[in-house]
């Protein structure tokens, strides 16, 4: 009797246990607004210059050829994502061993790295960015060239909402390696990606506009 009362509270508790709601794909705030639970990974390779010294290139973590180390450490996160911005992480970029080696152009990148957010709720899929870093010389490597932004799907909203994607806005940007990978990330209605995107409140890099590796 006592082990069918222990299954029976069990059973109920997986019913009434506040946490389950987190595995839903969208929760509504008191206030009527909506949340999408988004849950995502985060990985990285980096690609060297072929005039670079450069080991583990096509890897996370790569040596370059004046000892400096350069690694990407991605995320693995579940966070509740309105149509306000939430801050997230994204990854950390580390770097040790001294300065950056540079090339005899000062335009030119030292460094690609491609970038992929995979996202499993609230709906699933798989967003890439490439940015290019560079020149060189120093304890920093500053990023060249690349978009400020990367955005997934949000599926079929519960109605009356309408929001077509998950905004990650890279908070700041540009940014340097090393140091961590930050976005705000929000709900919006598809024209309103447009419309952000066409008046460069988000885009790529314009005014630093580099020679790219091939």
């Known amino acids: 009797m006592r082990s069918l009362t222990t299954l029976l509270l069990l059973f109920l508790f997986c019913f009434i246990d506040p946490t389950k709601a987190l595995a839903d794909p969208f929760t ?11 849950a995502f990974t985060t990985q990285g390779i980096f690609t060297c210059n072929p005039d670079i010294s450069c080991s583990g290139s096509g890897t996370s973590s790569v040596m370059l050829g004046s000892g400096v180390t ?14 306000v911005a939430t801050p997230v992480t994204l990854g950390t970029f580390t770097a040790s061993g001294g300065a950056f080696p540079s090339l005899p152009n000062p335009n030119a990148a030292i460094l690609r790295f491609d970038f992929s957010l995979t996202q499993t709720s609230p709906t699933s899929s798989t967003a890439n960015s490439r940015w290019f870093f560079g020149p060189g010389g120093g304890a920093a490597l500053p990023l060249l060239q690349g978009p ?39 709900l919006v209605p598809e024209p309103t990606t447009l419309i952000l995107a066409a008046t460069g409140l988000i885009g790529a890099v314009q005014a630093r506009r580099r020679t790219r590796t091939k």
């Open 28 to 38: 509504i705030n008191p206030d009527g607004s909506l949340v999408a639970n988004v």
């Open 70 to 83: 350069v690694s990407f450490v991605g995320a693995n996160a579940t966070v509740p994502v309105g149509n």
């Open 148 to 186: 400020s932004y990367t955005q997934t799907p949000t599926g079929p909203n519960p109605p009356p909402f309408a929001y077509n994607a998950i905004v990650f806005t890279l908070a700041p940007f540009p940014f340097s390696i090393p140091g961590t990978l930050t976005a705000d990330a929000g």
